[in-house]
């Protein structure tokens, strides 16, 4: 049976590559929404993916996934940036203080539809504003929800993080393994 990730995520396809399962990348044009809950919205998010690509391929295992940062104080969900402006917009509501990162996890295939989610607090160090200007100008920031890749030189922001750091760079794989299990494609 064939196993599809429905992300054109470096980052995620990376984390799969890790599990020595076989699979095949396949980009979704799913549009992505935001919902006051950020559980919710990755799950969404998730299951839209996952959706858009299943359609086309039955029979087969798909796999689709969203990350989002939410800032708990101001109850605001942070996704992709738009642009430099709205980088660092997002870097400076970060910086000093603690978010969480929410990835939900969706798997379709002939035993149907499983979705979750995980989350992780990280917390942010204060970061010099010309330290987030140079990585702004580095472009790292580009397609990453909340403007940073903990996997990449944003790590020197990151003073703690609680919980899993896979669901922190966007693929939580303790949940990939347990939805992936019922296939008998063992992690």
Do not use: W
């Not at 950020?38 to 689709?64: D, F, M, Q, W, Y």
């Not at 909340?146 to 609680?162: E, H, K, L, P, W």
């Amino acid at each position: 049976m064939e196993l599809i990730l429905a992300s054109a995520s470096p980052r995620r396809k990376e984390l799969l590559t890790f599990t020595g399962i076989p699979f095949t990348v396949l980009s979704s044009d799913a549009a992505e929404c935001s919902v006051d809950d950020p559980a919710e919205t990755v799950i969404l998010n998730a299951c839209s993916k996952c959706g858009a690509i299943a359609r086309n391929h039955p029979g087969s295992i798909v796999l689709g996934a969203d990350t989002v940062v939410y800032l708990p104080g101001r109850k605001e969900i942070l996704g992709k940036p738009r642009n430099e402006d709205d980088a660092r917009r997002m870097l400076h509501l970060l910086n000093g203080n603690e978010h969480r990162v929410y990835t939900g996890v969706c798997v379709s295939g002939p035993l149907g539809e499983n979705k979750a989610y995980d989350a992780a607090e990280v917390v942010f160090d204060r970061i010099p504003d010309d330290v987030i200007d140079g990585y702004i100008a580095s472009g790292e920031y580009k397609g990453k929800a909340g403007a940073y890749a903990i996997q990449g030189s944003a790590s020197r922001f990151v003073r703690r993080v609680n919980g899993s750091v896979t669901c922190v760079i966007g693929l939580p794989m303790h949940l990939v393994r347990e939805m992936l299990l019922p296939y008998g494609l063992l992690l």
